[in-house]
Nanobody, 127 residues
Framework: QVQLVESGGGLVQAGGSLRVSCAASGRTFSSYAYTMGWFRQTPGKERQFVCAISWTTGSTYYAGSVKGRFTISRDNAKNTVYLQMNSLKPEDTATYYC??????????????????WGQGTQVTVSS
């Protein structure tokens, strides 16, 4: 099992930037090749895929709504994955969740494909 802890959420004006982080830990994290994903959710709506990165290959995949504005990256030494969000829009407002799954393919976009989840961090973009 992998433990995931998000941080860095907050309030930002439209057009601004914000970076959220996800620190991973746990015995299995160093034993398997994981893919890390970011999802977001607003009240009453389903959890939505944002992007993912293969921890070992660095391959990434983005949802169309964020491609070109968001960047996912990882720091192997810190076991941390980052989501840099630029040109933020009010519709980006959501709780952002970090997730992990075993495997190197970043193209899995269904939340049920991911086995481990963080508690979420709130991102609010004001207009």
């Amino acid at each position: 099992q992998v433990q995931l802890v998000e941080s860095g959420g907050g309030l930002v004006q439209a057009g601004g930037s914000l970076r959220v982080s996800c620190a991973a830990s746990g015995r299995t994290f160093s034993s398997y090749a994981y893919t890390m994903g970011w999802f977001r959710q607003t009240p009453g709506k389903e959890r939505q895929f944002v992007c993912a990165i293969s921890w070992t290959t660095g391959s990434t995949y983005y949802a169309g709504s964020v491609k070109g504005r968001f960047t996912i990256s990882r720091d192997n030494a810190k076991n941390t994955v980052y989501l840099q969000m630029n040109s933020l829009k009010p519709e980006d407002t959501a709780t952002y969740y970090c997730a992990a799954r075993v495997g190197t393919n970043p193209y899995y976009i269904d939340p049920s494909d991911y086995t481990d989840w963080g508690q979420g961090t709130q991102v609010t973009v004001s207009s």
